[in-house]
């Protein structure tokens, strides 16, 4: 990322370029080689947008982690709605799909090779992620 890690706006920026990435290959009519590929944008998305809102309310760098459970729990200091249930679902959701949606060697969720319902799932949960938060990176 370009530019201060410590600024919420290209965080969001950021996010809402892989929350889109995701979006528009999951429309593809070869979704089914692209998957692992939505659930990777689909995760960045949501750490994209759990790092501004830390970089917003912190005004430090964010951390250097990739769990969205941690980063959920840490701007849930910040920002107490986002202690839901279905936030903390979502976001151990997406962390299944991390390493193996990143890694070749590793291409495969928490029960096999990463296919559409999988990449839909994480979609719907990023979705989920950026409903809440967004619009906290906005104000």
């Given at each position: 990322?370009?530019?201060d890690?410590?600024?919420?706006?290209?965080?969001?920026s950021f996010a809402?370029?892989?929350?889109?990435?995701?979006?528009?290959?999951?429309?593809?009519?070869?979704?089914?080689?692209?998957?692992?590929?939505?659930?990777?944008?689909?995760?960045?998305?949501a750490e994209k947008y759990l790092k501004g809102l830390l970089a917003k309310h912190a005004g430090t760098e964010p951390p250097h982690i990739h769990n969205l459970r941690k980063l959920l729990t840490e701007a849930s200091r910040y920002a107490p709605e986002l202690e839901a249930p279905a936030l903390e679902d979502a976001a151990n959701g997406?962390?299944?799909f991390y390493?193996?949606?990143?890694?070749?060697?590793?291409?495969?969720?928490?029960?096999?090779?990463?296919?559409?319902?999988?990449?839909?799932?994480?979609?719907?949960?990023?979705e989920e992620l950026a409903a809440v938060v967004r619009p906290l990176l906005q104000h």
């Open positions: 990322m370009s530019g890690v410590r600024d919420p706006s290209a965080w969001m809402d370029e892989d929350l889109q990435a995701a979006r528009i290959l999951s429309e593809q009519e070869d979704v089914d080689h692209l998957a692992h590929i939505v659930a990777f944008h689909a995760h960045q998305s997406l962390d299944q390493i193996p949606s990143r890694y070749s060697a590793e291409v495969g969720g928490p029960s096999g090779p990463i296919g559409v319902e999988e990449a839909a799932e994480a979609l719907a949960w990023a």
